[in-house]
């Protein structure tokens, strides 16, 4: 029987005020970014094994025959996509604290650079 897997693409996010946990934001958002990068390398080797022990059980494929695999486009668009994915689970967490703020300050430099030139 094949387990449906539900909401794989779902980045969950807390919503309202993040308490600071270290020193400031960013520590904590590095952190959370290298908490949420640990949790895709167990995932993957996870996953990783799973295929080397099925593979091996039915006389498959080798390690060898994985280093010499080129992916054709469909493979390249695929894997293009799941690395996006990664990028967003592993690296939202220092968006979502860190750019707030960044972006607040730009636009805020914007302003007043508006403000000087249109004088």
Not at 26 to 43: F, N, R, Y
Not at 49 to 56: G, H, I, P, Q
Not at 77 to 93: E, I
Request: contains cysteine; proline residues 3%.
């Amino acid at each position: 029987m094949t387990q449906v897997q539900k909401n794989r693409e779902r980045v969950a996010r807390s919503l309202g005020s993040q308490p600071v946990i270290f020193q400031d934001a960013t520590t904590d958002a590095l952190a959370g970014m290298v908490l949420a990068l640990l949790g895709e390398v167990v995932v993957l080797r996870d996953r990783l094994d799973a295929n080397e022990r099925l593979s091996a059980a039915r006389g498959g494929h080798g390690p060898a025959d994985v280093d010499g695999f080129q992916p054709d486009t469909a493979a390249k668009a695929c894997r293009a996509r799941n690395r996006q994915q990664t990028y967003d689970r592993v690296l939202g967490v220092g968006r979502d604290k860190l750019l707030p703020e960044a972006l607040k300050q730009q636009r805020d430099y914007d302003g007043v650079l508006a403000d000087v030139t249109n004088d």
